[in-house]
């Protein structure tokens, strides 16, 4: 009686510490679905941004079509992709050197640059791309936290039993779409 006791007690247990495991596992799994939710939710705070932009700058540059163009195209792009973290980072970083390139043809329309409407169409975009990369931040922590549970023992072998799978980074390249600030001398 005692060894079925023993035995039964044992079999409690290790019950209890895969459910520990198994729990940790799946918070874990949903942190990183929720941050992939707020990123998500920041990157079509700038797509919806970058419409209106592009129209106060067609006011001033309209003869720039090819550059308006190809930043309608790398948005719709990036719209349009729902694919994996690395597939979005590829559409971001394609937006962002179209962005850039806005940037430099706004550059040369000082009327433009003066302009409130694109003054504060500039300083949303600033505070987007802030939020953006706080939000990837977080984002990148969890996917860090759930590789670590997945690899590491005795939490790999609950993972495994369970089909926990790693989610990808989400790096894009240090591209930042603010403007440099104005040097007057």
Not at 110 to 134: C, G, W
Not at 157 to 163: C, E, I, N, S
Request: glycine letters at 4%; proline letters at 3%.
């Amino acid at each position: 009686m005692m060894v079925f006791c023993v035995i039964a007690g044992g079999a409690v247990l290790l019950l209890l510490w895969a459910a520990v495991l198994y729990n940790g596992l799946v918070r874990v799994r949903n942190a990183c679905d929720e941050s992939w939710s707020d990123i998500d939710t920041e990157l079509r705070r700038r797509y919806d941004l970058i419409p209106n932009l592009v129209e106060t700058v067609k006011g001033y540059a309209a003869h720039e079509r090819e550059v308006l163009e190809r930043v309608v195209q790398a948005r719709q792009a990036a719209v349009a992709n729902h694919g994996s973290p690395n597939a979005q980072a590829r559409d971001e970083n394609a937006l962002i050197d179209s962005m850039k390139r806005l940037f430099a043809v706004a550059e040369n329309y000082p009327t433009l640059k003066a302009d409130r409407h694109y003054l504060e169409l500039m300083q949303e975009l600033s505070n987007t791309e802030d939020r953006i990369a706080r939000a990837r931040r977080f984002y990148n922590a969890n996917v860090r936290d759930l590789s670590n549970r997945i690899e590491v023992f005795p939490s790999n072998l609950v993972a495994g039993l369970f089909g926990f799978q790693k989610r990808e980074f989400f790096d894009i390249e240090d591209r930042t779409v603010r403007q440099p600030p104005a040097v007057r001398v």
